[in-house]
C-alpha cells in the first residue's frame, strides 16, 4: 500500500476519533427541577418520606410520574396529597435520545406546584369541656 494512502486512512481515522470526541462533549443535557410553594410560605416540605426543606423549595428530579407530597407548618392543617408530573414530548422514546444525547444544547424543564394550606381550627372551650365530659361518663 502506498504511503499516500496509509496517511489518508490514518487522517481518516483520527478524525473520527475526533469526531466522537467531539460528540460525546457537545452531548445534550437535560436539567429537571420542581419548585413547592405553599401559601402561607414556610412550611416543611416533604417529597415521597423525603424531607426537601421549607417553601419554597427547589429541587432536581430524574423521573416523571407521581408524587406524595406533605407540608406542615404550625397554625395550619397538614396537607398530604398526591400530584402527577406528566413528562414532554421530547422525553419519549425516540425523542429521548436526541433531547439527552445528541442535542447540543441544554434544556431546562422547570415545573412548580403550590399548595394552599387550610388554617387549622380549634374547637371552642365549651366543646372541649363538652367532650371531656362525655368521655367521662363512658368510663366503668
Not at 436539567?31 to 410560605?41: A, G, S, V
Not at 416523571?64 to 414530548?89: F, I, M, N, Q
Request: negative net charge; hydrophobic residues 35%; contains cysteine.
Amino acid at each position: 500500500m502506498p504511503e499516500n494512502q496509509r496517511s489518508k486512512i490514518k487522517n481518516q481515522k483520527c478524525l473520527r476519533v475526533v469526531l466522537c470526541l467531539v460528540a460525546i462533549l457537545l452531548a445534550g443535557c437535560v436539567d429537571r427541577t420542581l419548585t413547592i410553594n405553599t401559601e402561607p410560605q414556610g412550611a416543611v416540605v416533604v417529597l415521597n418520606d423525603q424531607e426537601i426543606g421549607v417553601s419554597p423549595v427547589t429541587v432536581p428530579f430524574n423521573w416523571y410520574g407521581d408524587y406524595w407530597v406533605r407540608a406542615g407548618k404550625d397554625g395550619y392543617e397538614t396537607l398530604d396529597t398526591h400530584r402527577k408530573l406528566k413528562s414532554p414530548l421530547y422525553d419519549h422514546p425516540p425523542l429521548d435520545f436526541f433531547a439527552q444525547v445528541l442535542w447540543p444544547g441544554r434544556i431546562v424543564d422547570a415545573y412548580e406546584w403550590t399548595f394552599d394550606l387550610t388554617p387549622k381550627e380549634y374547637p371552642a372551650r365549651g366543646e372541649l369541656i363538652e367532650q371531656g365530659q362525655s368521655l367521662r361518663t363512658q368510663l366503668p
